[in-house]
């Protein structure tokens, strides 16, 4: 059931992207809504039925908010689904009222009910919003889409294409979602993985493209599980932010770019093909080359490529936490199958519906792993001790990696651990209120590695 084989063969070229975007230069006066629905969407070949999603105003991925950096977001979440949900505004650093977690910083909204959420923006980057109520189902069915904060004066580009990657679990014969969200296999490995892989909401997602034009590429990886290993052809150019946050001055691409599920990288780069076509391609479960996003070249921007562009300007509040006064935490990541958590802990554990715990605990929990001062800084050292990685989550603030030489990374609000690996990240608490640390592997989080810090 689970190996999605094109029996059908349909072809597919020229499939095109149109994203829907709401543009607001100014504070709005009145919320917009942004509905949770039931939609159909065509995730699977040209030749097989289009799929039945959950959507954001009937589009998947949900419609492309693009906003200023500073104005004031406002949208009345309606919730028309069956179920209760909620809406999640992913590395924001936003009010904790606003934040979006169920169970944490709000009631989930019940079908039929509606929340308003209104919140500044206070960074500019790539960013995105997802349900964030039983988030491995509802993301898995189509919850999603890309919020944008527009600097104040746009970096000199061509054109700026929002690219969110993800995958789908899709039933081969009916091409609708496996509708099993509790499989034990999903929750106590690697997490529920697509058969089908895909960007923006198209199974093979080709753009067009002229020689030496410069694109801004924006890459969001909306995936429950996967980690996605990207690599360019017939394009080149910087590394120029990572989860929204500018660098300090724009990097060469490597040669392969690590995605973790939550994670986003934004690109500048230059069409430089010789020939008819540039791709992003990802690397395959069999090890091999497999195109994500196609570009079609034809014609000219110009005759020769531009000079490197102009660092991104930073952030408010970007400065490194005081590593001379920072508090030591440890959280250990333990469970799944193949771990080393004792039989019988293991056995406990999984009675009580989870496989996974963070600093001894499964799940949320009524008290915080850490209570933090306003203001405080922190070196918080995540020990993966399971067989399999992890992308954790920090809600509220970005945060900062320790390399080994003891020198700091660039910020981020996701962090990929690697199994039987330490690693150590470093921030100031300056946000107040209850936020969420969490596994983004959504699998993960569902089954017990869901933990929680509070800043007063």
């Known amino acids: 059931m689970r190996n999605f084989q094109l029996t059908r063969r349909a072809v597919l070229a020229g499939m095109g992207a149109s994203a829907l975007t709401a543009r607001a230069g100014g504070a709005a006066t009145a919320p917009t809504l942004l509905t949770a629905q ?155 993985f697509g058969n089908l892989v895909g960007t923006n909401g198209h199974y093979a997602l080709t753009l067009t493209a002229k020689r030496h034009e410069r694109l801004r590429l924006r890459l969001i990886n909306a995936a429950n599980a996967r980690i996605f290993v990207l690599r360019l052809t017939g394009l080149s150019g910087w590394q120029v932010a990572l989860d929204g946050m500018p660098l300090p001055a724009p990097e060469a691409i490597p040669e392969e770019l690590v995605l973790a599920p ?71 990541i333990e469970g799944g199958a193949m771990g080393r958590m004792s039989r019988n802990r293991m056995q406990a554990l999984m009675q009580s519906g989870n496989f996974w715990t963070l600093a001894g605990q499964a799940g949320m929990g009524d008290t915080p792993f850490a209570k933090l001062s306003q203001g405080e800084p922190v070196r918080l050292r995540f020990v993966n001790d399971t067989a399999f990685p992890h992308a954790m989550h920090l809600h509220g603030m970005h945060f900062r990696e320790l390399r080994e030489d003891g020198s700091l990374g660039p910020m981020r609000d996701t962090v990929l651990t690697i199994p039987g690996r330490s690693h150590e990240i470093a921030f100031t608490a300056d946000n107040p209120g209850k936020w969420l640390l969490h596994c983004h592997m959504l699998a993960h989080a569902a089954a017990g590695m869901t933990s929680w810090i509070k800043v007063a």
């Open 262 to 332: 939550a994670q986003r990288v934004d690109l500048i780069v230059d069409v430089t093909s010789d020939g008819a076509e540039a791709a992003i391609e990802r690397l395959g479960n069999d090890q091999q080359w497999q195109r994500q996003v196609g570009f079609a070249i034809s014609g000219e921007a110009s005759r020769t490529r531009r000079d490197p562009p102009a660092v991104l300007p930073p952030n408010p509040n970007m400065d490194p936490p005081d590593l001379t006064q920072a508090r030591p935490l440890e959280m250990k």
């Open 38 to 192: 039931v939609a159909k969407a065509q995730i699977a070949p040209e030749g097989y039925p289009q799929t039945e999603v959950w959507s954001y105003d009937g589009t998947l991925p949900g419609p492309e908010l693009r906003v200023a950096q500073g104005v004031r977001l406002q949208r009345r979440f309606v919730n028309k689904l069956a179920v209760p949900s909620s809406v999640h505004w992913h590395g924001i650093r936003i009010d904790n009222a606003m934040d979006g977690v169920a169970g944490l910083t709000q009631d989930a909204v019940p079908p039929g009910q509606t929340f308003d959420y209104d919140f500044r923006v206070p960074d500019a980057g790539t960013y995105w919003y997802h349900a964030h109520t039983k988030s491995m189902e509802q993301v898995a069915r189509g919850l999603s889409g890309a919020l944008i904060v527009e600097e104040p004066e746009a970096p000199d580009v061509d054109r700026d294409e929002v690219l969110l990657l993800d995958d789908w679990l899709l039933d081969p014969d009916t091409a609708q979602l496996e509708p099993d969200f509790t499989h034990p296999m999903d929750l106590s490995h690697g997490g529920r």
